[in-house]
């Protein structure tokens, strides 16, 4: 008994050897794949950084670029009454227009080409 003990305590030992050994040669690869990592993550913080810096600097623009249009045109209809209602009459009747064609087109279209809530009889319709 007391052999297989010895032997028993033997092979741990070797076996805690091993597994230093082992720790000792992974240990520098796994720091080498940590520090990688931790350079990724500051390239893609770097980065979304500079894209939200970006991003803030297009909307400050926009805004700006949107409020001097709201001036100039306030300041069109404040000064031009009369061609702001002619404008406004014209772009009415050619809104209207487009609508009606586009009605009047999905209506002279075979059934293939309507809308599937379109498509059924006048009968099924009704109901």
Same mark, same amino acid.
Request: charged share 25%; proline share 5%; aromatic share 4%.
């Given at each position: 008994?007391?052999?297989?003990?010895?032997? /028993?305590?033997? *092979? #741990?030992?070797?076996?805690?050897?091993?597994?230093?050994?082992? *720790?000792?040669? %992974?240990?520098?690869?796994?720091? &080498?794949?940590?520090?990688?990592?931790?350079?990724?993550?500051?390239?893609?913080?770097?980065? *979304?950084? &500079?894209?939200?810096? &970006?991003?803030?600097?297009?909307? #400050?623009?926009?805004?700006? %670029?949107?409020?001097?249009?709201? %001036?100039?045109?306030?300041?069109?209809?404040?000064?031009?009454?009369?061609?702001?209602?002619?404008?406004? /009459?014209?772009?009415?009747? /050619?809104?209207?227009?487009?609508?009606?064609?586009?009605?009047?087109?999905?209506?002279?279209?075979?059934?293939?080409?309507?809308?599937?809530?379109?498509?059924?009889?006048?009968?099924?319709?009704?109901?």
């Amino acid at each position: 008994m007391e052999n297989s003990a010895r032997k /028993l305590a033997i *092979t #741990a030992e070797q076996a805690h050897h091993a597994i230093d050994q082992l *720790t000792d040669v %992974a240990r520098p690869a796994v720091w &080498r794949t940590a520090a990688s990592a931790h350079q990724m993550v500051d390239r893609i913080s770097s980065a *979304t950084e &500079r894209g939200a810096q &970006r991003l803030e600097r297009t909307a #400050a623009r926009l805004l700006d %670029a949107e409020q001097h249009l709201v %001036a100039a045109s306030r300041g069109f209809v404040r000064d031009n009454p009369l061609k702001t209602a002619g404008i406004a /009459l014209v772009a009415g009747f /050619l809104i209207s227009q487009l609508v009606s064609f586009t009605r009047s087109a999905r209506r002279n279209a075979g059934p293939q080409n309507r809308p599937p809530e379109e498509r059924a009889t006048p009968l099924a319709r009704k109901r």
